[in-house]
């Protein structure tokens, strides 16, 4: 049977159209584990609508398509599609663009043993976040202002007092998901193993807001890519 990939078209600057198509002339079935596939039943969630229209329901069945694409893509890596995604860096996580759209993106990022984050928000996207390999922690913040918001904080500028709300760990096809509402993160590989997550974006995430309480310091980065569609930038 042949194989499905991605192939991405540029629309323009910001807009990437992504569609699926067979790496040869051949009718092709996806296998139910693959990205194409998975971008595929994504977009029939989203239907060109913005991820603030979902209904939760639809919101429970993404969580349920990354965790099942995780579970069993990440149990057998060796014969799994995201592999040609994986580049690591020893200075830093990296963020390998797998597909994007108007709607969302998906994204692999790769993490050496003991390589975090930042606490950070999100600047209005909605992230789901599943475990491909290794473990990851996760530690959930709040602002301790109840009349501030994340909008309202000022960037840059000095850090707002945070409260730690919970620590996670999370294993292969777990899913997390966040957004402003709920509160900033920090992402973590573990101490002793390399991770790699596959992450979802919704809308395309196009700022990312740092919060440093050591430094009392607030910070806005535009996030970049270590690799696009498999190849590096």
């Known amino acids: 049977m042949a194989s499905c990939e991605i192939q991405t078209t540029t629309t323009g600057e910001d807009t990437v159209a ?12 996806c296998s ?5 596939l998975l971008f595929k039943e994504l977009e029939g969630i989203f239907k060109d609508r913005d991820v603030h229209s979902l209904t939760e329901d639809e919101k429970a069945k993404v969580r349920e398509l990354m965790a099942n694409y995780a579970s069993t893509a990440g149990a057998d890596p060796t014969s799994s599609d995201w592999t040609k995604y994986v580049y690591f860096n020893d200075i830093h996580y990296t963020r390998n663009l797998v597909a994007k759209c ?6 692999v990022l790769c993490w050496k043993r003991t390589q975090a984050s930042r606490i950070h928000s999100h600047s209005g996207s909605h992230c789901w976040m599943s475990v491909l390999s290794g473990v990851m922690e ?20 000095p850090c707002p007092d ?7 760990k999370h294993t292969v096809g777990d899913v997390t998901y ?20 596959l992450h979802l974006y919704s809308p395309p995430i196009t700022a990312s807001r740092i919060f440093e309480p050591t430094s009392n310091s607030t910070i806005e980065r535009k996030p ?5 569609y498999g190849k590096k930038v």
Do not use: W
């Not at 992504?18 to 079935?29: Q, R």
């Not at 108007?102 to 994204?107: A, S, V």
């Not at 966040?178 to 790699?196: C, F, P, S, T, Y």
């Not at 970049?224 to 696009?228: A, E, L, N, P, R």
């Open 18 to 29: 992504c569609v699926l198509k067979p790496d040869n002339n051949e009718s092709t079935i």
């Open 32 to 36: 139910n584990n693959t990205l194409p």
């Open 102 to 107: 108007k709607q969302f993106e998906l994204i």
């Open 138 to 157: 996760e530690d959930l913040y709040k602002l301790i202002n109840p009349n501030m918001q994340i909008s309202e904080v000022q960037f840059p500028g």
């Open 162 to 168: 945070l409260e730690r709300l919970s620590q996670a």
């Open 178 to 197: 966040i957004n402003d509402e709920l509160g900033l993160h920090r992402v973590k590989a573990n101490d002793d193993i390399d991770g790699i997550t």
């Open 224 to 228: 970049g890519y270590y690799s696009k």
